[in-house]
């Protein structure tokens, strides 16, 4: 009776530390999405308002931080439990660092609007930054309905961000050695599709996450081998 | 009497835990070492051995944070202990991104040491990364004596890093803009150097946990408002 107790708290607990999870999913997509809209439109307003709205975001990873460490004092969760609080700490704060890179990405903006645009790379960085965008629904999808399926397409899909980023890569090269006058926009842009990649580097972190939310194991790729976690009590004495 | 067993016990997991910890931040700090070394002597072996050793470094990681989770399901921890914990959870999770921007440097030498070297590049991003891996040091000493002010002071460093860089990236800008076949070297030396910026951004973040382990506040600057955490139980009942 007592455990029946302590476990529906602990539920009801999880449940509105998930929903935080989920408010910041949303904050952080619409950072991207509003960072690349900025960038695309050379709106130095919009970016300014991508900068400004990373400090809710890093206002919610705190928020959500306190909460699972609350929810660890206060109901001392074992077992899966347990790993579920860790999950979510963990996602937390990679949201909150895609959010980064997704101010990173606004700041340049102010920065790029004041130079000659480069033909093509916009739209080339908006596409990667709607695969990322994409990715991280998913994946705040594949968590919410512990989806090990969807967070394992969401990993395969980061292959085709990485060779985006490659092609951006050499083609920015190319702009610089045909003419010097693009060099300072095209580190800028490089930086930004740097940062986009990262942040689907991040998505696949959070993939991995909620595979191992799933399954208890991690992904092999995505961790050295020995890697499995023993959360139980032993059944011999303490 | 029984209070006290599982005190020492915890402390005794808990010392076990910090040993990891600091040869974690030993093997951390020899990789930025031998990265910087391995771009300035143009040694495509010991940027090999570096890229290898990084598997080690993400080995210890995994490690830290299954025996930080076993601590909080055997001990259950609450209060500062709890608060203890948690902080080394994130001080392991932030060196294992340093080892991945020392793994990225020795990456990037591979493709340097193919290409025409820039002079003075090399010494400059030689002395960038000797301060954070100083920092990496500091802060090691920090965490283990409890040193509020030596942690401030490693803070306080990272701004100077930050300078370095700034400086660097105009230099990068001078040599591409004077001889386009600089171009190809120079992206890779400026993303070194974004790399040895970030590993001062996440000596900084330990930094700051350091100061919330000793203080039970993080540093104002780093957080937003309103982050005073309560991991105390509540004297009503839950």
Redesign the interface.
Known sequence: MNDQHIAS?FDRDLEEIQAHVMKMGGLVEEAIRQGAKSLKQRDEELAEQVRRGD?QI??MD?LI??EC??L?????P??SD??TV?TV?RIA?NLERVGDYAKNMAKRTSVLVHMQPIDGASGAISRMSKEVQLMLSDVLDAYIRRDEELAQDVRHRDIEVDQMYNAL?RE??TF??ED?RN??SC?HL??IA?NIERMGDHVTTIADQVIYLVTGELPDEA??K??A??????TSG?
């Open positions: 708290a400090k890093d206002a705190t931080q306190e460490a609350r660890l004092a206060l109901r001392q074992i077992a347990l790993r860790l700490m704060a890569f920015f090269l610089m050695m010097p060099i300072s580190m490089h930086f740097k961790r050295p020995g890697n976690v023993n959360y139980e009590l032993p303490v």
